[in-house]
């Protein structure tokens, strides 16, 4: 029988909601932005049940996060992430994603092109919104085609809009 690596969960306020945070020894896993901790907790799905809550096992996360909403726009950039079991294409728009310059967008047409489907818009839509660890694969700079922003599982559209206009002014949330 086979022992399953440990995962650590975490929770965390932020400036735009509560941020639930789950992670293997290999790197983040999960990151649920909700309005309320207990939606956040529960965001991080099924694995995060027999995880170990130790805020102790995000200190580098927790920097870079509270470094992002402190102005640094890039730091996301530096969490090491697991995203072990991704499809190709999602992986594929997931890193096109991560291409995209901080306070600019993109719309999903784009992403399914920079991800080598020209015809996959609405798969590049389904690849972020299942975007495990939104603000690290800034899935809020993608757009729709006419520039109006969508849905948005960090906590919703109005959340989206908060970090465009952080990242654009590169001014503290904090």
């Not at 660890?133 to 520039?147: A, E, T």
Request: aromatic share 6%; charged share 20%.
């Amino acid at each position: 029988m086979s022992t399953s690596a440990p995962l650590y969960t975490c929770l965390h306020e932020s400036p735009v909601g509560w941020i639930g945070l789950l992670r293997s020894d290999q790197g983040l896993r999960r990151l649920s932005l909700q309005p309320e901790p207990q939606d956040a907790l529960a965001g991080l799905g099924d694995e995060a049940l027999a995880a170990e809550d130790n805020p102790n096992a995000f200190a580098e996360v927790l920097a870079a996060l509270d470094d992002y909403f402190g102005g640094d726009v890039s730091a996301p950039q530096r969490i090491k992430v697991d995203l072990s079991g991704q499809s190709a294409f999602f992986g594929a728009a997931r890193e096109a994603c991560c291409s995209i310059p901080p306070g600019e967008t993109r719309s999903y047409q784009w992403l399914a092109e920079a991800a080598g489907s020209p015809k996959a818009s609405r798969a590049a839509g389904q690849a972020m919104a299942r975007n495990p660890v939104p603000l690290v694969i800034p899935c809020h700079r993608v757009v729709g085609s006419n520039g109006s922003l969508h849905g948005y599982g960090g906590g919703g559209v109005g959340v989206k809009a908060r970090l465009l206009e952080l990242e654009r002014q590169q001014r503290p949330l904090l």
